[in-house]
């Protein structure tokens, strides 16, 4: 690392190894979301297990998504938003890591692509574990929410955290509601689009600067949004899901709330940045 001791304050610099990880992330997730989320042959090709069309867009969009977040921490190379961050990030690889070792089975270990797939998540896991435990006494910049925005974080990191747990807990049961058949291993898998964003709002409960708003709220749009944007994509072409059936609305009425916090997440970022504006104020 760049460094000999962790920044000791959290507006510092992050260090060159995560700042590098995180350069690698970005560009492992524009191959693999943007190739998804358009289906290109080459990338769905080489991915580690054959992927059904609703698959297919899913992860794309997630991918897609979590590249927002992995880009804003790499540009921006500072510990406010790399806390919040690389918390999303530890959890998003280690459910990843630990459910793609649990269904082992679906790998083909001939594939150089398993192995890429699992030297990837396990690297990125223990870097983003590692700098956690590092920085584990930095004091976070900012302060923590109050109010009403306290109360949102907090209901947003139950709520999602509470059906993210129930995926890889009772997944055959938690799925129900899916748009499209799952099976326990993709259920499991897409628990992460619920764990990470409820991690997320935990860190910002902690402390929440300007930047971590505005980082995890252009993520969670994107997070919300695009989901339900690649369901009707692939429906339009295939015609099946039942847009008459509630578990499709509610399923539908989860990303949406996600999105929405997202924006509501840009709007806190906004309205600090007026508060600062404004002669005697701080954000």
């Given at each position: 690392?760049?460094?000999?001791?962790?920044?000791?304050?959290?507006?510092?610099?992050?260090?060159?190894?995560?700042?590098?990880?995180?350069?690698?992330?970005?560009?492992?997730?524009?191959?693999?979301?943007?190739?998804?989320?358009?289906?290109?042959?080459?990338?769905?090709?080489?991915?580690?297990?054959?992927?059904?069309?609703?698959?297919?867009?899913?992860?794309?969009?997630?991918?897609?998504?979590?590249?927002?977040?992995?880009?804003?921490?790499?540009?921006?190379?500072?510990?406010?938003?790399?806390?919040?961050?690389?918390?999303?990030?530890?959890?998003?690889?280690?459910?990843?890591?630990?459910?793609?070792?649990?269904?082992?089975?679906?790998?083909?270990?001939?594939?150089?692509?398993?192995?890429?797939?699992?030297?990837?998540?396990?690297?990125?896991?223990?870097?983003?574990?590692?700098?956690?435990?590092?920085?584990?006494?930095?004091?976070?910049?900012?302060?923590?929410?109050?109010?009403?925005?306290?109360?949102?974080?907090?209901?947003?990191?139950?709520?999602?955290?509470?059906?993210?747990?129930?995926?890889?807990?009772?997944?055959?049961?938690?799925?129900?509601?899916?748009?499209?058949?799952?099976?326990?291993?993709?259920?499991?898998?897409?628990?992460?689009?619920?764990?990470?964003?409820?991690?997320?709002?935990?860190?910002?409960?902690?402390?929440?600067?300007?930047?971590?708003?505005?980082?995890?709220?252009?993520?969670?749009?994107a997070w919300g949004v695009l989901p339900i944007l690649a369901l009707v994509i692939?429906?339009?072409?295939?015609?099946?899901?039942?847009?008459?059936?509630?578990?499709?609305?509610?399923?539908?009425?989860?990303?949406?709330?996600?999105?929405?916090?997202?924006?509501?997440?840009?709007?806190q970022e906004a309205r600090a940045g007026r508060r600062v504006d404004v002669p005697?104020?701080?954000?």
């Amino acid at each position: 690392m760049r460094a000999a001791k962790p920044p000791a304050s959290g507006d510092q610099a992050i260090s060159a190894l995560l700042r590098g990880v995180t350069w690698l992330e970005v560009a492992v997730l524009v191959i693999a979301g943007g190739g998804l989320l358009i289906a290109h042959p080459l990338v769905v090709g080489i991915w580690p297990w054959p992927l059904a069309p609703f698959n297919l867009r899913f992860l794309g969009a997630l991918y897609t998504a979590a590249l927002l977040a992995a880009l804003l921490q790499a540009w921006i190379g500072r510990w406010a938003p790399a806390r919040m961050v690389t918390t999303m990030i530890f959890v998003f690889t280690l459910v990843v890591t630990v459910t793609s070792f649990h269904h082992g089975a679906r790998f083909d270990p001939a594939k150089a692509a398993v192995w890429v797939w699992f030297v990837l998540y396990i690297g990125v896991c223990v870097n983003a574990g590692a700098h956690l435990w590092w920085y584990r006494r930095v004091p976070a910049a900012g302060a923590p929410p109050g109010g009403r925005s306290r109360a949102a974080l907090l209901a947003q990191s139950l709520a999602f955290g509470g059906y993210g747990v129930a995926l890889l807990l009772l997944p055959e049961t938690a799925a129900q509601i899916w748009p499209w058949q799952l099976d326990a291993f993709h259920a499991q898998l897409y628990s992460v689009a619920f764990l990470a964003p409820a991690a997320g709002a935990l860190a910002l409960l902690r402390s929440a600067t300007r930047v971590d708003w505005l980082a995890l709220g252009i993520t969670q749009s994107a997070w919300g949004v695009l989901p339900i944007l690649a369901l009707v994509i692939v429906d339009r072409k295939l015609h099946r899901v039942d847009w008459e059936a509630g578990p499709v609305w509610l399923w539908a009425g989860l990303f949406a709330t996600l999105a929405a916090m997202g924006f509501w997440m840009l709007w806190q970022e906004a309205r600090a940045g007026r508060r600062v504006d404004v002669p005697g104020e701080q954000s």
